[in-house]
């Protein structure tokens, strides 16, 4: 079945610091890939998506290229923030009917330190 | 506009019990999707309602149904309730079934 890897971390940076967090999926066709973001207490919110091949979704600094050949989405970010803290989750889905919704990853934990 | 509204915030249940939870989708979006977030096995996709019908499913025992108004509010429902059920869970509203979902904050459930 398909599925979503990615890093859980704990990751810790420095304000300022470049972010990369690795996605990689296994998908039996071509799904949209998305980032959702959570915050302490929160739901999920859409970062940023990707729906096809090559694909470049950015949002608020955060960018992830949809890489086919590769298998992955990559989410990077130039200079993070404190409240750039917050657990990060690479996910994909079918477009139209018939799919069983998100498949999400485990999640990544970003720590942001002043 | 209004985003996803899911209620109670916070439940606390004994072992044994049963639960309902509700959501309210963003007005107009007519398919509701109900995830279980754990630590251990994550976020993981319980079932979708589309037009007051369950669309699909995920694994999860027959415990756990739910159900769709025609007004796509929607509720789900576990019955015989086990520690293991304690998790949060979300409802996520989208405009058309596998479009953009936007989720709600959560229902937080703790069974005793």
């Known amino acids: 079945g398909d599925s979503v890897t990615q890093m859980e971390g704990p990751v810790t940076l420095s304000e300022e610091a470049f972010l990369t967090i690795n996605c990689t999926y296994t998908?039996?066709?071509?799904?949209?890939l998305f980032w959702y973001v959570q915050y302490p207490g929160e739901g999920l919110q859409l970062l940023l998506k990707?729906?096809?091949?090559?694909d470049k979704g950015s949002n608020k600094g955060f960018e992830a290229t949809y890489r086919k050949e590769t298998t992955s989405f990559h989410l990077e970010k130039g200079s993070v923030q404190v409240s750039d803290s917050a657990v990060y989750f690479c996910?994909?889905?079918?477009?139209?009917?018939?799919?069983?919704?998100?498949?999400f990853g485990k999640g990544t934990h970003l720590i942001i330190q002043p | 506009k209004a985003g996803v509204t899911q209620t109670p915030r916070y439940l606390i249940k004994t072992r044994g019990q049963q639960v309902t939870l509700s959501c309210s989708p963003i007005?107009?979006?007519?398919?509701v999707s109900w995830y279980q977030q754990t630590p251990g096995q994550g976020l993981q996709f319980l079932f979708e309602?589309?037009?007051?019908?369950?669309?699909n499913k995920g694994n999860f025992p027959g415990r756990f149904s739910g159900r769709q108004f025609s007004n796509s509010r929607s509720e789900m429902n576990v019955s015989t309730l086990e520690l293991g059920d304690s998790a949060l869970y979300l409802c996520?509203?989208?405009?058309?079934?596998?479009?953009?979902?936007?989720f709600g904050q959560g229902t937080r459930l703790t069974v005793v």
């Open positions: 996520a509203s989208s405009l058309l079934r596998n479009t953009e979902a936007f």
């Open positions: 990707a729906t096809k091949a090559d």
């Open positions: 309602y589309f037009s007051e019908t369950q669309r």
């Open positions: 007005s107009g979006h007519r398919s």
């Open positions: 996910a994909l889905q079918y477009s139209g009917g018939g799919a069983d919704g998100l498949t």
């Open positions: 998908a039996t066709g071509y799904p949209s």
